[in-house]
């Protein structure tokens, strides 16, 4: 089994950036296809970005050119980088991860490992 731990998230102004880590310990991360997802208070757990074992990366319609999803396998860590923030970004960010390959990468059931989450918040 992989075990997750998220870091990076903070409060920051509408514009700003931060990145995002996943430290994965247990198994190595290239064996899982991984993903970030992001809740906001009140609303259901959404889709952000997915990375593939074989690089191929997927991303919501919301994020799209501004975040980036990517992965050190040498660190066993997942990244996202996230830039142009807006207040609506603002959430409790998740990484997880599956045993490839997952069939459905924006799906929460195809991810079977999941971190503890770190709060993302913007202000306007």
């Known amino acids: 089994q992989v075990q997750l731990v998220e870091s990076g998230g903070g409060l920051v102004q509408a514009g700003g950036s931060l990145r995002l880590s996943c430290a994965a310990s247990?198994?190595?991360?290239?064996?899982?296809?991984v993903g970030w997802f992001r809740q906001a208070p009140g609303k259901e757990r959404e889709f952000v970005a997915a990375h593939s074992w074989s690089a191929y990366e997927d991303y919501a319609g919301s994020v799209k050119g501004r975040f980036t999803i990517s992965r050190d396998n040498t660190k066993n860590t997942v990244y996202l980088q996230m830039n142009s923030l807006k207040p609506e970004d603002t959430a409790v960010y998740y990484c997880?991860?599956?045993?490839?390959?997952?069939?459905?990468?924006?799906?929460?059931?195809?991810?079977?490992?999941w971190g503890q989450g770190t709060q993302v918040t913007v202000s306007s």
């Open positions: 247990g198994r190595t991360i290239s064996t899982y296809d």
């Open positions: 997880a991860a599956g045993v490839r390959p997952i069939g459905h990468p924006m799906m929460r059931n195809e991810y079977g490992y």
